[in-house]
């Protein structure tokens, strides 16, 4: 039985952070300067902290100055505001990013809306939201940007095809939606309020799920060759899983993604290259 070929996030990103830190370092050989990243993290989530120390770990590789931003699960919506604007102010930070989630006492959305949209670059302002509604050149976030990404650098075809994106939060499925048309796929939106989806997935050339539902995706969702990204993780009894029953799917599938190392490592490497952009002053206030 033929299986889907892999979707290799973990590869496909090691090659994009190696060929950012060519353009940095020349860069830097040039001008004395760097790119700079700065992660505020509010609280000790453990999830948060190895998602912090990972985004440092490839700023640094890729040659970028990294700072990490600890406060404290007692800080206020304004000391957070406090410090964001002391980093927008910054002129050797070009890239700030609020770890999410926060502890539930903290205004999240109203500390992303003061976030410079210059230096946004996990693309969630305002600002960026809507160039990205109306096709506008900004910086857009991280995920779909790594899914889109991914599918081009594998000549996954987009233009004609039927897409499924499953859930539609404003992190993953909304601003991936947007992202397909661009490239002129036809769009479907399943969320939990859609009746029978995997009458709709069964159509689909490609797939992508973002829910964080343990193989909600079966294989009688996929229709054969489709390609599928599996954007959730869970950890389970069997440990870490995604929305995908992935020995089933890859049975059917032309293409998949693992989890992990599918649009994980994607979504870091795309948060650097945002970081790239913006220190190349790529878009305007």
Known sequence: MAMAELLDGKTTA???????????????????RRPGLAVVMVGDDPASKVYVRNKHRASLQAGMDSRQVILPDTATTGQVLEMIEMLNQDPGIHGILLQLPVPFHIDAQMIVKHLDPRKDVDGLTPT???????????L?????????????RYHVEM????????????LVGRPLAVLLLEHDATICVVHSKTPRPWELTREADIVVSAVGQPQLVRLDWIK??????????????RGLVGDVDFEAVSTRAGMITPVPGGVGPMTIAM???????????????
Request: net charge positive; charged share 20%.
């Open 14 to 32: 090691a090659n994009i952070r190696a060929e950012l830190a060519v353009k940095i370092e020349e860069h830097y050989l040039r001008t004395g």
């Open 128 to 138: 960026n939201m809507g160039r990205l509604m109306t096709g506008q050149p900004g």
């Open 140 to 152: 857009r976030p991280c995920t779909p940007l790594g899914i889109m990404e991914l599918l081009s």
């Open 159 to 170: 233009a004609g095809k039927r897409a499924v994106v499953i859930g539609r939060s404003q």
């Open 224 to 237: 054969p060759g489709a390609a599928v990204i599996d954007v959730g993780i869970s950890r389970t009894d």
């Open 271 to 285: 948060l650097l290259s945002n970081t790239w952009q913006a220190f190349q002053g790529a878009f305007t206030a």
